[in-house]
């Protein structure tokens, strides 16, 4: 059973909205957002199929000493396989879901094949082994000499596309034989 909020424009049978409507945002320096309001009808009712129907597995991984949950749902349908859903099929077959760029957080074993694959176009990694080691060296210096040194801590993220990733997988493989943990594949990132 799953608890969701749903939405108020969701309701209706699903289908696929005019791709031609969509309208493009110019951020500056050469970036922009496109956006589509209306591209798909029938959300709501879409989210409880998938959500009731669809084969979802999760994940574990080892974080520090300790195997822990990966906190999202998977489900991978290769090309050519029926999706869950006929308006995601006529998603694919109008080329709808090529016009997407999908840029995800965080990187997991399952996300690896999609970046190599240019599925999925980059993913942001937030170095959560980075901004830890940050929040306990704060913790420590608010704790040894009653104030932080800082009211402000910025750590930038990473940007892990096909073109980074070998070197990436390579360098979180280094930084983990570093820190005495055991060498990670691609499958174990």
């Known amino acids: 059973m799953h608890y969701q909020q749903t ?6 049978v699903p289908g696929l909205g005019d791709l031609a409507r969509a309208s493009r945002t110019h951020l500056g320096r050469g970036a922009w957002i496109d956006t589509l309001p ?7 009712e879409l989210f409880d199929r998938l959500a009731g129907r669809v084969p ?3 994940e574990q991984r080892r ?3 300790n195997v ?3 906190p999202r749902l998977l489900c991978h349908y290769g090309p050519g396989e029926p999706l869950p859903h ?4 006529a998603a694919r077959d109008t080329k709808m879901l090529e016009q997407l760029t999908v840029i ?3 990187l997991f074993p399952a ?6 694959s240019g599925a999925v176009e980059a993913t942001i990694y937030q170095r959560p082994r980075t901004q830890g080691r940050m929040a306990f060296r704060l913790l420590q210096e608010f704790l040894v000499e009653g104030a932080c040194s800082t009211k402000h801590l910025m750590l930038s993220p990473h940007l892990v596309m096909r073109g980074n990733l070998d070197f990436f997988l390579q360098r979180k493989a280094t930084d983990a034989d570093t820190n005495g943990h055991s060498r990670k594949t691609d499958s174990e990132v």
Do not use: K
Not at 38 to 44: M, N, R, T, V
């Open 7 to 12: 939405s108020l424009f969701g309701t209706g």
């Open 38 to 44: 209306g591209w798909l009808s029938g959300a709501d």
């Open 56 to 58: 979802w597995r999760a």
């Open 63 to 65: 974080m520090y000493d």
């Open 68 to 70: 822990v949950a990966v």
């Open 86 to 89: 006929p308006v995601l099929d």
């Open 104 to 106: 995800t957080t965080d």
């Open 111 to 116: 996300l690896v094949p999609e970046i190599r």
